[in-house]
């Protein structure tokens, strides 16, 4: 008889015990709340990191022809030195959240006009907005080789300049493209030296 009832009370205590257990685990396993959820940059990717990229632009880049001013004068009307780049550019994006910081390299090849090469590097900074939209500036130094002076050409070099702007398909409604995986169309203006140039260029990015 004892035996029957210790029996009984164990049937019982398991049975109130299962399912307070199952409540237990089922609290354990509830979705995180939106509190826990990692932060986002404005584009929706994560704030904070390393955005590495690749680049493919083309433009155009006319320098100061003041004799003195920049590139040493050739003649007495100075120089009229300019020409159509492609230019290639490997870089660096670090996402502080609504902003970021960065840096650049970059080598272009003149394909019509008196630049042979260009190739130079600079640190970026600037703020993200709308969904993939980037707004920065570049302080930078560069190299100039020029055809005009010839194979023994020297390469002229200074601190350069510049503003741009790099717009993701999202923004430009796009979205079903390639939403968040990274590409972006940039136009930027830079300027080599103390205003001795004025370079427009546009093209590609590719972020991992």
């Known amino acids: 008889m004892l035996k029957l009832t210790l029996a009984?009370?164990?049937?019982?205590?398991?049975?109130?015990?299962?399912?307070?257990?199952a409540q237990d685990m089922a609290g354990n396993t509830a979705p995180a709340s939106a509190s826990d959820a990692p932060a986002t940059?404005?584009?929706g990717t994560r704030a904070f990191g390393l955005d590495p990229y690749v680049a493919v632009m083309g433009g155009w880049?006319?320098?100061?022809?003041?004799?003195?001013?920049?590139?040493?004068a050739v003649g007495p009307q100075g120089n009229k030195l300019d020409g159509g780049l492609v230019q290639g550019v490997v870089g660096v994006n670090v996402p502080l959240g609504p902003v970021f910081v960065g840096?650049?390299?970059?080598?272009?090849?003149?394909?019509?006009g008196d630049i042979d090469w260009e190739y130079g590097a600079a640190g970026r900074f600037g703020f993200r907005?709308?969904?993939?939209?980037?707004?920065?500036?570049?302080v930078g130094y560069q190299w100039v080789n020029f055809d005009r002076f010839g194979k023994n050409s020297p390469d002229f070099h200074a601190v350069s300049y510049g503003v741009g702007a790099e717009v993701g398909p999202k923004d430009i409604g796009l979205s079903g493209l390639t939403g968040n995986a990274g590409v972006r169309f940039r136009v930027e203006v830079s300027t080599f030296g103390n205003a001795d140039s004025f370079r427009p260029m546009a093209g590609a990015v590719f972020h991992f």
């Open 103 to 112: 840096v650049e390299g970059n080598a272009a090849k003149g394909f019509s």
């Open 129 to 138: 907005a709308g969904e993939s939209g980037l707004f920065y500036g570049k």
């Open 8 to 21: 009984a009370a164990t049937l019982a205590a398991a049975t109130i015990s299962v399912p307070a257990f």
């Open 41 to 43: 940059a404005p584009d």
């Open 61 to 72: 880049e006319g320098f100061d022809r003041r004799p003195g001013h920049g590139i040493p």
